[in-house]
């Protein structure tokens, strides 16, 4: 019984060395895969909203609110924490932050604000009707396309 319970320990330790030596390669994979994942789930519900707005889908209040919900939820969560200084693209892999945004910080700052005033806004609209959703997408896609034009390098 203690053998298993020291062989077990062991284990763990090796397992908890794997992932240590695994971060040490590259510190940033972690992050990175974090902020695609924050910046995915966004896509998926400006996905929702969009089609929405398009009349590619029937206006629904309850997944349009949830949708506005969501982004909005996310907005709140973006932060320098998911953007530390180095994480850039073509020193962190997968990654294709600009360099601008740790040299404009405080830009970057102020369209994350923007972002969050945006999917507040949207947050009301789709929760009013489809005209006042529809009215709403530009500021809310627009926040996210000027981001991406300053501190996204496009994938070519
Ligand atoms: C404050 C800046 C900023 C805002 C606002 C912003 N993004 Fe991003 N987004 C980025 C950056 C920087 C990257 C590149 C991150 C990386 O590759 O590490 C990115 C990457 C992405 C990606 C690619 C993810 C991947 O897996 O490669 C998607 C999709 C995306 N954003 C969607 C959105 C949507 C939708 C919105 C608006 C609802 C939005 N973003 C708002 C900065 C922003």
New binding site residues.
Partial sequence: MQKRLIAFTAMAALTAFGVLAQDAEDPFADV?ET??GL??Q??S??GTLGGMAKGEVAYDQASASKAAAN?AAV?SV?SMAQ?PAG?E?EK?A?????PD?WAKQDD?LA??T??NNA?SAMQTAAATDVDALKASMAQ??G??S???KA???PES
């Fill in positions: 990175v902020r695609h910046m995915l966004m896509a519900d400006l982004v907005a973006l953007f994480s693209v962190a997968d990654s294709f932050a600009l945004i970057f369209k994350i923007d972002l999917a809310l896609g926040a996210c000027a981001c991406h501190y996204r390098q």
